[in-house]
Structures are given as C-alpha cells and as structure tokens.
C-alpha cells in the first residue's frame, strides 16, 4: 500500500523559510519521478515541483521558480521541499504526489501559511 507522509509546514513570515518533508513506503521509490503539489483555498491543484527517479533533474513552476528547491535521498525514501524568500501567496495545502508527468497517489497535505 502505498503510503505518503507530509511534514514540516507551519506559519512562517513573508521572506522567510520553511522545509517540507515526504517520507515514502509502500512502493519503490526510486523508481518514480515525485512532485510537490498546492492547493489554496477555494482554487484547483497547482503543480510546484517535480524531480526525476534519480534526482538527475529537477522542474519548477514559474511562481516559485528560484526559491523552491525540491531534491531527495533515495536511501531515505524521502523528497523535501526547501521553500525560500516566501510570499503570502504561496500559503496552501502542499501535497507529496508520485509521479512528475502525472500523479497518481498523493499524500494528506501539511499546510503552509505566510503571513505577517
């Protein structure tokens, strides 16, 4: 079965940092290219992220292009997110997803909130 685990979201101010973490189980993970997903209130899915199966590549959507980095340690079977120079705009749900085209499982989500 498988299993995506979340943590690491909280309060941080605009400017400052924050770190997510996946923590995986269930499936070979080094295997399946991973993605971070959000989800603001009241809006759709925003894909933020995505790195492949061996960490060779990483992608990025333009809103946070520069100050998400997304990388992971197939030893761990985990993928962080190390989120810099944050906005009151990227507050929302952040999911864990496997796959970088498309995602088919998905984590619960931490929740990430910007605000001063």
């Known amino acids: 079965q498988v299993h995506l685990v979340e943590s690491g979201g909280g309060l941080a101010q605009p400017g400052g940092s924050l770190r997510l973490s996946c923590a995986a189980s269930?499936?070979?993970?080094?295997?399946?290219?991973m993605s971070w997903v959000r989800q603001a209130t009241g809006k759709g899915p925003e894909w933020v992220s995505g790195?492949?199966?061996?960490?060779?590549?990483?992608y990025y959507a333009d809103s946070v292009k520069g100050r998400f980095t997304i990388s992971r340690d197939n030893a761990k079977n985990t993928v962080d997110l190390q989120m810099s120079n944050l906005k009151p705009e990227d507050t929302a749900l952040y999911y864990c997803?496997?796959?970088?085209?498309?995602?088919?499982?998905w984590g619960q989500g931490t929740q990430v909130t910007v605000s001063s």
């Open positions: 269930g499936f070979a993970f080094s295997v399946h290219g």
């Open positions: 997803a496997r796959g970088r085209r498309v995602q088919d499982k």
């Open positions: 790195i492949l199966n061996d960490g060779s590549a990483t």
